[in-house]
T-cell receptor
């Protein structure tokens, strides 16, 4: 089945910094989604992005399907951005999640 | 988007007992799923809940251990049967309007088995 790898596994930044999270996937996918899991465990869908670039406020995402990777950009980080960021790729009609990037934003 | 609620939000259970988790979606959806997230780990799909028919289970998960019901397009239950401490996890319900669409997640049920 499809494999999804995320990097880096952990990232610690100061408030105001920018960051780039990467997601590599092993095969062609029908869609690619980014999620944020807050410290209370709630998963929030950030982007549905099988290809191209999307932006939502301080967050943006780019998926290059032909090269099998996706990037999530966070600009001007805030402490509320802390948590775990997951990418998930759909293959064989199910989502496969990566191991996540744990982001800690210090004030 | 879809708003998803789960009950209970958390529970502490004794070994050998069973717990049923409820998932309610605020609108009709085609797809509903159940995931498990073990401590410090990523999400693993348990099964796809099919309306009016048996759920489709992923490798490593069986109906006797995780029976699932889906009586209509807005509601599903997952039962964790004959629990052991290894079943301590967060169980999450998700829904999508159609196959391949954006998935929305419930708040999760945090289960501890003693």
């Amino acid at each position: 089945g499809i494999q999804v790898e995320q990097s880096p596994p952990d990232l610690i930044l100061q408030e105001g910094a920018n960051s780039t999270l990467r997601c590599n996937f092993s095969d062609s996918v029908n869609n690619l989604q980014w999620f944020h899991q807050n410290p209370w465990g709630q998963l929030i869908n950030l982007f549905y992005i099988p290809s191209g670039t999307k932006q939502n406020g301080r967050l943006s995402a780019t998926t290059v399907a032909t090269e099998r990777y996706s990037l999530l950009y966070i600009s001007s980080s805030q402490t509320t951005d802390s948590g775990v960021y997951f990418c998930a790729a759909e293959g064989a009609q199910k989502l496969v999640f990566g191991q996540g990037t744990r982001l800690t934003i210090n004030p | 988007s879809a708003v998803i609620s789960q009950k209970p939000s958390r529970d502490i259970c004794q070994r050998g007992t069973s717990l049923t988790i409820q998932c309610q979606v605020d609108s009709q959806v085609t797809m509903m799923f159940w995931y498990r997230q073990q401590p410090g780990q990523s999400l693993t799909l348990i099964a796809t809940a099919n309306q009016g028919s048996e759920a489709t289970y992923e490798s490593g998960f069986v109906i006797d251990k995780f029976p699932i019901s889906r009586p209509n397009l807005t509601f599903s239950t997952l039962t964790v049967s004959n629990m052991s401490p290894e079943d301590s996890s967060i169980y999450l319900c998700s829904a999508a309007r159609g196959r391949g669409d954006t998935q929305y997640f419930g708040p999760g049920t945090r289960l501890t088995v003693l």
